[in-house]
């Protein structure tokens, strides 16, 4: 489908090519990781055969039914070494399990099989980052910066250049469901900033950033590569992926078809999606 890839971002809109660093020691090591979802109560395709369906009957007797379970192998033995100082962009089509991975690095899911190592706790910024929207901005920068180990004085002292950083101007007060999307991502990605992590993680947070917001954020990546950070970032924007990262992971029905060198990997994976647009739109002529 040719919307999993965003070409509503204007070249000239996207800021100047991230210079190529010195790479450091290790910071994440994925070493064969699987995750599977297990899901409750669906009606098609359950693992459960007619037996241990019967013996779970048995065991559940009294308990409410939740159906048989289906298992959904999101991630399928990816392995990869990051590096202090990378940017590394994580392609590939919907649902092939970016997300996923993403949250068994940043330790929200623990992997089936496999391991992942990390020399420091990342800070994972995505669309479903817990901010509270019954709370004003203001409460959730305290409330973020505090879960970040931000001591209440720093909170304090960074408020204001957080609510600058996401220009939220008078919304500062007001409880963030008032926000429009644009403003919510914005905060969002000033929290999780507002300390300068070890490993950040970014999914598809600046998709709804305009251009300006989108140069300061690459700016604030930038600083946190120089500082020997890595940043992982998920996007369907293949030019923010070139722009911003300094190696690209493609996963696709959750393995890791390639890794390496931005250019080569993005053509590759734009060659794909555009051919399979050009087989489904065939497919519907016939
Ligand atoms: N909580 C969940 N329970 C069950 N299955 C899930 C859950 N979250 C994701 N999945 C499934 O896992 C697979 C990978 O999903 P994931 O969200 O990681 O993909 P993605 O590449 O990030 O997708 P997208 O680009 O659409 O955001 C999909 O088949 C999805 O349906």
């Not at 706790?121 to 180990?149: D, F, Q």
């Not at 403003?183 to 300390?195: E, H, P, Y």
Request: net charge neutral.
């Amino acid at each position: 489908m040719t919307d999993e890839i965003d070409y509503e971002i204007d070249a000239e809109d996207l800021p100047k090519r991230m210079e190529r660093r010195e790479l450091g020691s290790p910071s994440v090591i994925v070493d064969d990781v699987h995750i599977t979802y297990r899901v409750f109560g669906a009606r098609r395709g359950g693992t459960t055969s007619s037996k241990t369906s019967l013996i779970n009957r048995a065991i559940n007797a009294g308990r409410p039914d939740t159906g048989p379970i289906t298992e959904v192998h999101a991630v399928r033995g990816v392995s990869f070494v990051a590096r202090h100082g990378e940017s590394i962009g994580i392609l590939g089509t919907n649902g092939s399990g970016k997300s996923t991975l993403l949250r068994a690095i940043a330790g929200v899911l623990p992997p089936s099989k496999g391991r992942v190592f990390t020399s420091a706790e990342p800070a994972l910024l995505g669309v479903n980052a817990a901010l509270l929207p019954k709370l004003t901005g203001e409460r959730n920068i305290t409330v973020g910066g505090l879960a970040l180990g931000l001591s209440a004085k720093e909170v304090r002292e960074r408020t204001s250049s957080v609510a600058d950083f996401a220009e939220l101007g008078d919304f500062l007060y007001l409880p963030m469901s008032s926000y429009s999307s644009g403003m919510g991502s914005r905060l969002r990605f000033a929290i999780s900033t507002m300390q300068t992590p070890d490993i950040l993680m970014i999914d598809e947070a600046l998709a709804t950033g305009d251009s300006s917001f989108r140069k300061k954020s690459t700016e604030r990546i930038e600083e946190i590569r120089d500082s020997a950070g890595t940043v992982f970032f998920v996007s369907h924007s293949l030019g923010s992926v070139r722009a911003m990262c300094s190696r690209v992971l493609w996963i696709e029905k959750g393995k890791l078809v390639a890794d390496g060198d931005v250019d080569e990997v993005c053509d590759a994976y734009h060659d794909f999606v555009a051919g399979r647009s050009n087989a489904s739109a065939g497919a519907s002529l016939r």
